[in-house]
């Protein structure tokens, strides 16, 4: 287990150190600000135009700091050589791997707090601006479906680092990218796929839809961002079920990276 | 008998390369032995298959064929490894990291506690002489500072067994003066060292035995005085007088001829003294000089790198 936190430990520090990182979480920084440009536009959705675009810049900068950062994760060390100091260390490969993901997993943690709270407080900021510090003190605001909405994102991000780093154990980083934005695209949109080939009525096209949706994680399930815009209640089951969806998943996803990692060579 | 640490038999080792997948054999037939306590010299060119065995003996690649064991120990479980301290060979770090968060990380690999690594990384770095900058990151380290910090990682454990590839590379010569007395330190508390290097002079001066390794396979192995006895001595003779004279005496003769501070020199096998003697008695040049050249473990190496690959 120590040597798993220590893997993850320093995994972290690699991330937090990376000035590409800073780079990305400024841009999400101007995409949630932005709102307050969008905001004042329609004094009537003010609020809804500010969660909305807020949380959608989470995840888009989520996505791709968790795509980025998780392709390199084992090819760079495999790739600069680093393994070496490692496995010549009592580590086991599947410490190695778990360690990765968890140091990369805590980044995004990290990342996604602090956005949901600078996008929190532009909330808090615009309603109390429209409807004044009394009417906002009484008007009984609800944010958990906004804070329910960014632990759905963050799930979403772990689901996505396990893909990437699936790609990442035996792979470039340019493919690795390739693979796993497939990925997010078909998991994004695995639902309409299966209408579409239900439309079709071709048994090949239905087939390959079925496999696809069963196999590929249903990533629009993570997306709860319209309840918390419009404030509508998550059930709870639906948490409860997400998160383990979203852990299946992603033990899945390791389980396959460890397979593939237990055999690589460091050449 | 000595106790043997690192045994290893018959090993092979083969890479597919290419789109086609083609086999290319690297190890063919490895075997050697270290034993408790002593410095083995792994030396060969470059290509010769040096790092490719210490990375079949720390399981970085599976062996094709043959058996490798370590004190008992089977390298590819990673409990196996506990007491093994590794340099690599042009050691690859993570540049973010400072020296002395690169220790901890090893250390903590290891599973010493961040308190036992604390005491450790502070003598090493003062052995390895990187106290000043072991807060500056591994990006801004040169290569001698890098070769340090890396030795300084491989002894964190304090291991039994080190293994040691190129040590010595990039280092000044005061640089590799500390790092040979660093070896010796550690030999003198009974561990146990292999290393490789390409810098001969060193090894014949650090190691209690040899092993070279020629395109795969182990040609030669003992101490340094058994491997020196096999080769040929040379012999240098310095003479006076005009070159061509001296070249047209010794015509026919296999001799090396040179000019050398304003003298000819001639440089042959002793097994062709008399004759060389004999053909200078009879010209006009002067011998001023005839000594046996110094066997060295370079001279042996060349001698071996001549030979018909088929005839090892």
Redesign the interface.
């Known amino acids: 287990m120590?040597?798993i936190l220590?893997?993850a430990?320093?995994t972290f520090?690699?991330a937090i150190?990376?000035r590409v990182l800073y780079s990305l979480i400024l841009f999400a920084v101007l995409m949630i600000l932005s709102s307050l440009v969008f905001a004042s536009i329609s004094a009537e959705q003010y609020n809804k135009i500010v969660k909305d675009l807020g949380l959608t810049a989470i995840s888009v900068i989520g996505i791709l700091i968790s795509v980025f950062l998780g392709i390199g994760l084992v090819y760079k060390e495999v790739e600069?050589?680093?393994?070496?100091?490692?496995?010549?260390?009592?580590?086991?490969r599947f410490?190695f791997i778990i360690g990765k993901y968890l140091g990369l997993a805590v980044t995004l943690f990290v990342i996604t707090a602090g956005m949901a709270f600078i996008l929190f407080i532009l909330v808090v900021y615009i309603e109390i601006k429209y409807e004044g510090l009394i009417n906002f003190y009484y008007g009984g605001h609800f944010y958990a479906e906004f804070f329910n909405a960014v632990y759905f994102e963050y799930l979403e991000f772990l689901v996505v680092i396990g893909i990437a780093l699936v790609f990442s154990s035996f792979t470039t980083p340019v493919m690795s990218a390739l693979f796993t934005f497939f990925l997010i695209a078909i998991g994004r949109f695995s639902s309409d796929i299966r209408l579409f080939a239900e439309e079709i009525k071709s048994p090949v096209s239905g087939f390959l839809s079925e496999v696809l949706y069963r196999v590929i994680p249903n990533l629009e399930k993570f997306n709860v961002r319209s309840e918390a815009v419009y404030g509508n209640v998550i059930d709870p089951g639906l948490i409860v079920y997400t998160t383990v969806y979203a852990v299946i998943y992603t033990a899945a996803l390791l389980l396959l990276s460890i397979i593939i990692f237990e055999r690589k060579?460091?050449? | 008998m000595p106790e043997t640490i690192l045994q290893i038999s018959d090993l092979v080792k083969d890479?597919k390369t290419g789109f086609l997948g083609k086999q290319v054999r690297v190890l063919k037939g490895v075997s050697f032995t270290v034993n408790k306590g002593e410095i083995f010299g792994f030396v060969g060119p470059n290509g010769a298959g040096k790092t490719t065995t210490f990375?079949s003996i720390?399981?970085?690649?599976?062996p094709t064929e043959g058996i490798i064991e370590i004190a008992g120990e089977n390298l590819n479980r990673?409990?196996?490894?506990?007491s093994?301290?590794?340099l690599?060979e042009n050691?690859?770090?993570?540049d973010?990291?400072t020296g002395e968060?690169l220790l901890f990380?090893?250390g903590?690999?290891?599973?010493l506690k961040r308190s036992a690594i604390s005491e450790k990384a502070r003598a090493l770095l003062e052995k390895v002489r990187m106290t000043e900058a072991k807060a500056v990151q591994l990006r801004k380290y040169s290569k001698g500072m890098l070769q340090r910090i890396g030795i300084a990682?491989a002894l964190i454990?304090d291991p039994d067994f080190i293994?040691l590839d190129e040590p010595m590379s990039g280092l000044d010569p005061i640089g590799r003066r500390e790092i040979k007395d660093l070896i010796l330190e550690e030999k003198r508390k009974g561990k146990t060292i292999l290393l490789s290097s390409h810098m001969l002079a060193d090894v014949e001066a650090l190691c209690d035995r040899v092993g070279i390794i020629m395109e795969g396979r182990v040609i030669k192995i003992g101490s340094i005085g058994e491997l020196l006895k096999e080769i040929h001595t040379d012999y240098e003779m310095l003479l006076e007088g005009p070159v061509e004279e001296v070249r047209q005496a010794v015509k026919g003769l296999s001799v090396e001829l040179e000019t050398k501070a304003g003298y000819t020199a001639l440089k042959f096998d002793e097994d062709l003294k008399r004759r060389v003697v004999g053909a200078v008695a009879n010209s006009q040049a002067e011998i001023v000089s005839l000594h046996p050249l110094r066997k060295s473990l370079e001279g042996l190496f060349v001698e071996e790198a001549k030979k018909k690959p088929d005839s090892q």
């Not at chain 2, 050691?91 to 993570?94: D, E, K, L, S």
């Not at chain 2, 903590?108 to 599973?111: I, M, N, Q, R, T």
């Open positions: 120590r040597r220590s893997v430990h320093n520090i690699e150190r990376d600069k050589k680093t393994v070496y100091n490692i496995f010549s260390k009592p580590v086991k410490e060579e460091f050449k | 890479y990375k720390l399981g970085f690649v599976a990673a409990e196996g490894k506990k093994i301290g590794y690599p050691p690859y770090f993570y973010y990291l968060e990380y090893m903590e690999l290891h599973g990682q454990n293994i």
